[in-house]
């Protein structure tokens, strides 16, 4: 059984950054594409990142390009999203999850930007 735990999120001002963990286990971690999406209050699931397998490709939405990055560590089956220069906009449940529509994904964690 697939099981993501996301991990990080919290209060940080416009223009800070963060750093989101997601623990992942049940699966063969190091065979997986990885994505990471995010969910703002009375919006829909919008795809954000992924990285393959090997880390060897990688992209982003065109809102978070430039500011987010994406890693991961195979032998820890963890995957990241390193945030930087916060906009307000950006506040969300961010979550990981084995495919780009978000299915399965974890329980979340949560992103506020805000002064």
């Known amino acids: 059984e697939v099981h993501l735990v996301e991990s990080g999120g919290a209060l940080v001002q416009p223009g800070g950054s963060l750093r989101l963990s997601c623990a992942a286990s049940g699966f063969t971690f190091s065979a997986a594409y990885m994505s990471w999406l995010r969910q703002a209050p009375g919006k829909g699931l919008e795809w954000i990142s992924y990285?393959?397998?090997?880390?060897?490709?990688?992209d982003y939405a065109d809102s978070v390009k430039g500011r987010f990055t994406i890693s991961r560590d195979n032998a820890k089956t963890t995957v990241y999203l390193q945030m930087n220069n916060l906009r307000t906009e950006d506040s969300a449940m961010y979550y990981c999850?084995?495919?780009?529509?978000?299915?399965?994904r974890g329980q979340g964690t949560q992103v506020t930007v805000s002064s």
């Open positions: 999850s084995t495919s780009r529509s978000g299915v399965p």
């Open positions: 990285i393959s397998p090997a880390g060897t490709t990688i």
